[in-house]
């Protein structure tokens, strides 16, 4: 059965101190995995698609990476507005995303 | 480019009635997904539809039915609610080329912001 975890669940940064967050995840015919930012009472905004192990994508202070089986999100001198809960997803086939319980990340000014 | 709507944003219901919420896609989107957010079980699948069919299905029950129209705008129902389906529930829609063929164009889904949904 398809399976992402994400680690930690929550975590809280000052301004500025740098992290990483992971996403791995077991799957069968991996199609691509997705990076999505989640505030409270809204809709998950789309932010990365990787393909391939070796990948990298950049949006301002993120980073996303690739491996067989793991993902990691890099937030590089974070800011409070960065505060969300950053979701992992796979898409195994057709439609059909399957996510991770998401990070809760929190950045202190 | 107006992003994915979805209506209503909010709803009360009480066990026992049944509940429609619409989706309207981005335009020239033709893929509408479904998706319930619960804080235990995170972001489940519910169905997938594409040129008014359902492609996919996830593992929910039968209560749970939707349909596609031909201006791709979507509607799902929940018939017989019980407190368990309090959720958020998210629209997603993504393009797809009229031939329905897969691809890394077709994969990203832009989501809506959902409706929240509360059973009494």
């Known amino acids: 059965e398809d399976q992402v975890t994400q680690s930690p669940e929550a975590l809280r940064l000052q301004e500025g101190e740098s992290s990483s967050l992971n996403c791995s995840y077991t799957v069968s015919g991996l199609r691509g995995l997705f990076w999505y930012r989640q505030d409270p009472g809204k809709g998950p905004e789309f932010l990365f698609t990787l393909y391939s192990a070796g990948e990298e994508k950049e949006k301002e202070r993120l980073k996303a990476t690739l491996t067989k089986k793991e993902s990691f999100l890099h937030i590089t001198a974070p800011k409070p507005e960065d505060s969300a809960t950053y979701l992992c997803a796979v898409l195994r086939g057709a439609q059909k995303l399957v996510f991770g319980q998401g990070t809760r990340l929190t950045i202190n000014p | 480019k107006a992003g994915v709507t979805q209506t209503p944003r909010y709803l009360i219901k009480t066990r026992g009635q049944q509940v429609t919420l619409s989706c309207s896609p981005i335009?020239?989107?033709?893929?509408v997904s479904w998706y319930q957010q619960t804080p235990g079980q995170g972001l489940q699948f519910l169905f997938e539809?594409?040129?008014?069919?359902?492609?996919n299905k996830g593992n929910f029950p039968g209560r749970f039915s939707g349909r596609q129209f031909s201006n791709s705008r979507s509607e799902m129902n929940v018939s017989t609610l019980e407190l368990g389906d309090s959720a958020l529930y998210l629209c997603?829609?993504?393009?797809?080329?009229?031939?329905?063929?897969?691809?890394?164009?077709?994969?990203?889904?832009?989501f809506g912001p959902g409706t929240r949904l509360t059973v009494l």
């Open positions: 539809y594409f040129s008014e069919t359902q492609r």
């Open positions: 997603a829609s993504s393009y797809y080329p009229r031939g329905g063929a897969a691809g890394r164009n077709t994969d990203t889904q832009y």
């Open positions: 335009s020239g989107h033709r893929s």
